[in-house]
């Protein structure tokens, strides 16, 4: 299984950015698909989760309200979109899969639950 990341680029503050994450290869049958970022200096931390069992979605406390995480199953895609951004939400961001079909919601947070990830895409926030 091979995740593709895509989307990324130059935004400024305020604006929004689609972020596309596609997966390929042999039949996948995933539990969660998440996105994580890793912004300069910091360490990689949990953005957004979407459970496949019951479409459950979590999010950072950091993104919610401004950040959407939407799947289309027809395309194997999952989608992170990205409104009202800031500054500080400049990163490279990640998109995972998890293979544990029973995932628990305190589990879609952990890196360790995701056993596939992709490429990462650049997001820059900036004026």
């Known amino acids: 299984v091979q995740l593709q990341a895509s989307g990324g680029g130059l935004v400024q503050p305020g604006g929004s950015l689609r972020l596309s994450c596609t997966a390929s290869?042999?039949?996948?049958?995933?539990?969660?698909m998440g996105w994580f970022r890793q912004g300069p200096g910091k360490e990689r931390e949990f953005v957004a989760a979407l459970r496949r069992r019951d479409n459950g979605k979590s999010y950072s406390d950091s993104v919610k309200g401004r950040f959407t995480i939407s799947r289309d199953s027809a395309r194997n895609t999952v989608y992170l979109q990205m409104n009202t951004l800031k500054p500080e939400d400049t990163a490279t961001y990640y998109c995972a899969a998890s293979s544990r079909l029973g995932i628990i919601t305190s589990s879609l947070w952990a890196e360790n639950s995701y056993d596939h990830w992709g490429q990462g895409t650049l997001v820059t926030v900036s004026s």
């Open positions: 290869g042999s039949t996948f049958n995933y539990g969660a």
